[in-house]
């Protein structure tokens, strides 16, 4: 296949370097910024630069983007694509992005949408911090915008290929909703957490148990600020679920409650041991 890549960053560039590490296909690179094509072609993640005509020759087209950039590009480049193209996105919303694909379908019938978010990442950004393994064992939810058996099957195709481990289909709704807990909550704890003035004198005093709690504190600020605010209603609802959990163990230390204290933290064992018994069961069966 010949594949366009717009945006260039890790989850783009990390696309890029395991297409060419791992399949036979072509990678045509978008990037504003020249520093940054100059490091993909130097980091094999293009085949060639991107052009208008690479573009109307491409089979998928991938924007990875943020929701905002995505939601201009894919306006920008509809008239451009031939027909049958499979436009994805890789933002970590749905909602919006869903809403602007269903508008585009209406102008532009001949071409497919599909919302992809590939259930992997790093606490750093920038194509330099890409990797050729970044896909290999994540799930990579997808959300169909019409019922298009063929595109899937590319793209599932596609992604396994990179090394994924399956797919989740989704709808739009579903994955904001769940993903602001399973992703956006947990960059929230860990920016709060970081912030308690003992964490600039960890060192000597910390195992794995910090690391993954602060790992994730470092973020782009300017894409997170975006998807926080594009999920706020769902984000919100996590946060509040949080804060009530958190008060329950406050007020058990504070009263020195210890039947209460141990009864929370068994029920928080009891409950991470089932979700982990789900997910080996749901590997084991196949059922990606």
Known sequence: MKISIIGLGLI????????????EHTVYGFDISESVLLKAELMNAITERGTDNSLAQSDVVIIALSPELTMEKMEEICPKLKK????????????QVIDKMNELL?????????????????????????????YE????????????????TILKDYFLE???????????????????????LAHVVSSSYVKNPLSKIYAGYSAGSFRDMTRVAK??????????LDNKDNLVVAIEDLQKHLEEYKEAIQNN???????????GTKIKAEADALLVARRKNGQK
């Not at 992809?116 to 606490?123: L, Q, S, T, W």
């Not at 990179?162 to 956006?184: N, R, V």
């Not at 600020?221 to 926080?228: G, M, P, Q, V």
């Open 12 to 23: 783009g560039g990390s696309i890029g370097r395991a297409t060419l590490a791992k399949t």
């Open 257 to 267: 409650d210890e039947e209460k204290l141990h009864s929370l933290l068994e029920e």
């Open 84 to 95: 049958g193209t499979i436009i994805i996105d890789t933002c970590g919303i749905k909602r």
């Open 137 to 152: 064992h994540a799930f990579i939810i997808v959300v169909p915008v019409h019922p298009d058996m063929k595109s899937l």
């Open 219 to 228: 973020l782009n600020a300017d894409l997170w600020t975006e998807l926080f």
């Open 162 to 184: 990179l090394g994924a481990e399956g797919l989740q289909i989704s709808t739009a709704e579903e994955h904001d909703k769940i993903i602001a807990y399973t992703s956006q």
């Open 106 to 134: 209406e102008k532009y019938p001949e071409l497919h949408f599909a919302g992809v978010h590939p259930m992997a990442g790093r606490e750093f950004s920038g194509i330099e911090h890409s990797t050729v393994g970044l």
